[in-house]
């Protein structure tokens, strides 16, 4: 049971799906002179918090950014530390997704993750195929532009010819193909930085955005509950009137 309170206004409107950008677990580790490592660690358990948090409230898809094609740069000893908090993660996910009925989607590169890494997300993806209820999206060695460069190879591959080529098409190559939201309502980035980073290119069309000036691991689920409020203060048009 969660210990925050997650009330909201009864005529509040829920996103449909909220992607989350966790940011500065280093930061935040380093400001109380502790070791990076221990800034992933908090911030690990954040996530779970999180996720748990917006199925307990009732968002239908959460997206949550494991791991970046970019993040491969920083130290192999970190990265080796990191995939196997994420092996850890998926596996608490998965315990819960099968409690809410969550289908798990892999978003990102299968070749270059460990195996064993693979194998635990494979199984995940496998086990939760038929939930109904709810969708979560965990990007792992996944970047937008990525995702966009794999969804054009793939269709060069099928022939698809140029007159034949919809907006529903490119869609249907796309990692979150076939999911009833897969356009973020809200993307939400902690630790005070405002940019995207590549996050969903495709899919972030219009998607309100939330800057958290806390660090990841200071983003408790009653900031959460803050972001979703703030979110239902947006007009939001479309490009209508």
Known sequence: MLKWDLSLPPDTKLPAHIALIPDGNRRWARARGLHTFEGHKKG???ALENVRA???IGIHTVSL???STENWNRSKEEVGYLMK???GLIKDLLKDAKKYSVKMVH???KEKIPKWLAKTAKKAEEETKRAKKHILNFCLDYNGQDEILRAVKKILKEGIKPEK???EIFESFLDTTNQ???YPDLIIRTSGEQRLSGFMSWQNTYAEFYFAPVHFPEFTPEKLKEAILDFNRRQRR???N
Do not use: A, I, N
Request: hydrophobic share 40%.
């Open 65 to 67: 950014w494991f791991f």
């Open 54 to 56: 917006c199925w307990q």
């Open 165 to 167: 080529f919809t907006k």
């Open 238 to 240: 479309f490009g209508g």
């Open 85 to 87: 908090l994420y092996d």
């Open 44 to 46: 690990f358990s954040v």
């Open 107 to 109: 978003l990102g590169r």
């Open 180 to 182: 009833p939201h897969p």
